[in-house]
């Protein structure tokens, strides 16, 4: 007895906060497939990283034995600004020099990939949706952000299939957190300050998004601007302001890539850090946008440039639809109808006298 009523109690406590537990179950998932997905790139690709880096050892060896007029402090200059310059697409390579990054179709092409990182679902509503490049901003040391790419065949191949089933993952994850952030975060006091001291909504929804705007800004962009610009060597404060906007701005572009550095300290514990500031960086950039989508006045704004439906031809579609729905309707009846005529068994007719008899009375 006790036990089965215990079972009851806790099947009503599953129910009663079923959403909750499935939100810790993705949170959850989400995590593990992280972890699943580093141990395997680390597994596929540090043997190949290794088979390079001792390749490169050798020709810079043979390479200055053959050129002994040469120093080797003076070929790392050169070469590091060399690096330095292919890291903006400008080669001192032959076949190379002619092609240029910044002409105009290039610039294009440029201005339409840092455009292109929002979507618009089929409600007509704004939203971030996460794309290829946006996977590979969040995990930078697993999908190809900056100079970490997959070598080997098979860590390409893997990269394929993991980012096939990650995405549409990370879309999910995402949804769910900022769904819940934004109620508590967003709607909540909103709606606090609206009941409590009876401010108008949409004032107060203006205030709240604008707060939280200024709040967003300076924690995840100037506070980590000054943080990356002390722990960075070569970076001032202005290139580490346009990593973290090109960052948390799902642009992406990977030309600033922080823990690169030669002497960097606690370079892992750095590397995850950065990771989890991306996240969480990505998920207030999504909150702060679908508080300011909710604005009314933002709403009122994006309907001049919809397309207005007509309803009087809503309403024919709906009427004809009827319409169609209600012939099928009388046409089944009346195929039943017949079916059932013809299932009857057969009944003799009445004499005419009688049927004539019936028909006065």
Known sequence: ???????????????????????????????LYLVFGAVVFSSVELPYEDLLRQELRKLKRRFLEEHECLSEPQLEQFLGRVLEASNYGVSVLSNASGNWNWDFTSALFFASTVLSTTAVNSRNEFHVELTVVLVAKILPQFLGYGHTVP??????????????????????FLTAVVQRVTIHVTRRPVLYFHV???????????VHAVLLGVVTVSCFFFIPAAVFSVLEEDWNFLESFYFCFISLSTIGLGDYVPGEGYNQKFRELYKIGITCYLLLGLIAMLVVLETFCELHELKKFRKMFYV???????????????????????????????DQKQNEPFVSPQPPALADGAADH
Do not use: N
């Open 1 to 31: 007895m006790l036990q089965s009523l215990a079972g009851s109690s806790c099947v009503r406590l599953v129910e009663r906060h079923r959403s909750a537990w499935c939100f810790g179950f993705l949170v959850l998932g989400y995590l």
């Open 151 to 172: 070598l080997s065949d098979g860590g390409k191949a893997f990269c394929i299939i993991y980012s096939v089933i990650g995405i549409p993952f990370t879309l999910l």
């Open 196 to 206: 409590r001291w009876g401010f108008s909504k949409q004032a107060v929804a203006i």
């Open 308 to 338: 207005k439906k007509d309803k009087e031809e809503d309403q024919m579609h709906i009427i004809e639809h009827d319409q169609l729905s209600f012939s099928s309707i009388m046409d089944q009846a009346a195929g039943v109808k017949e």
